[in-house]
């Protein structure tokens, strides 16, 4: 860890899938840090690369057709893309760990939850079954699990969904991990349970002194839990700044048009969402300037002629837009 306190620091990274149709760039020159405690939410629509991005830390990106083209990803001084394939166990799961969108896929169906988790403390830690079975129900009572001692036993298609995302989330922390990435983790739960599982998540990692990479769609939960957001399209990065400024000062006309198209519960004059327009392109033919620009009411000849740097237009506060500066001016008026 440095100086500054930043845990996880990932410069330019590129993951492209080497397709009959083509190659699909997933991931295109992704940036970022993750500080020590903190929660970062990585936020875009569907087919944006945040969980290729989380899946590319992970080591977990199949190759062929994937491959990882560049970049850098250094977690505590060492960079985890020249890790050797079978050292990366040291890392996956113990000191980086992940909650999967469907725990219904993620667990083993022939195993019985408990098997499952003490396989994921045993294959970390030097200690004996008995010592594994104990912490085992540690972590399910941890996570809120009723009947722990029952549910040991069960396998997942005797959970319900909740109960089964409790279980992933043991099986995640069962080795106290410095980065917990949460990809999606209430995708298809119920909204009350979608609540629990969010709060357990953050009260882990206030118990645990961890950090978490929130990804989602929902702005509400990047709203309510993340501290700075990463706002992705296209398998590119097009801002990242702190939480307040994503909401009340976004300088990218992608991160507007999100924001605009969210829902306003607490206002007097009940006005109409503001869709965005159009769809995003597709990964195999994108187009040569801006990804975005085809989208954008505020799109320059030059947006799509080539694409913007990004710049850091206030302080840890970074765009890639061309306007960010009239944004900034307020010359010409936001979404």
Request: with cysteine.
């Amino acid at each position: 860890m440095t100086e500054n306190n930043i845990l996880l620091d990932i410069k330019d990274l590129r993951t492209y899938f080497y397709t009959d149709a083509g190659v699909v760039k997933a991931v295109d020159g992704v940036s970022f840090d993750l500080k020590k405690g903190e929660t970062l939410g990585i936020v875009g629509e569907t087919g944006s690369g945040k969980s290729i991005t989380a899946l590319t830390i992970l080591g977990l990106i199949q190759v062929p057709p994937g491959k990882v083209v560049s970049g850098k990803i250094d977690f505590e001084g060492r960079d985890l893309l020249k890790v050797k394939q079978k050292n990366l166990q040291r890392y996956r799961g113990n000191r980086i760990s992940m909650i999967f969108q469907d725990p219904m896929t993620s667990l083993n169906p022939v195993f019985t939850i408990g098997n499952q988790i003490m396989e994921a403390i045993l294959a970390h830690q030097k200690i004996t079954k008995k010592q594994a079975y104990n912490k085992a129900l540690e972590l399910l009572d941890m996570v809120g699990m009723p009947d722990i001692k029952k549910r040991m036993k069960s396998y997942p298609h005797e959970f319900s969904g909740g109960m089964r995302q409790r279980a992933m989330i043991a099986m995640a922390i069962a080795n106290s991990p410095s980065i917990l990435i949460a990809d999606e983790p209430t995708t298809a739960l119920d909204v009350t349970i979608q609540a629990q599982i969010l709060e357990l998540v953050d009260e882990l990692k206030k118990k645990t002194d961890s950090s978490v990479i929130l990804i989602t769609h929902d702005l509400g939960v990047i709203a309510k839990y993340a501290e700075r957001v990463l706002v992705m399209y296209a398998g590119k990065p097009v801002e990242f700044a702190n939480v307040n400024d994503i909401f009340y000062k976004p300088f990218h006309p992608y991160t507007m048009g999100l924001i605009g198209s969210v829902a306003k519960l607490n206002e007097e004059k009940k006005e109409r969402l503001k869709p965005i327009k159009g769809a995003p392109p597709s990964l195999i033919d994108l187009p040569k300037g801006c990804t975005f620009a085809q989208r954008c009411k505020y799109a320059l000849d030059s947006c799509r002629l080539s694409y913007p740097p990004s710049i850091e237009i206030e302080e840890g506060h970074f765009v890639s837009c061309f306007r960010s500066k009239e944004f900034q001016s307020e010359s010409i008026q936001r979404i």
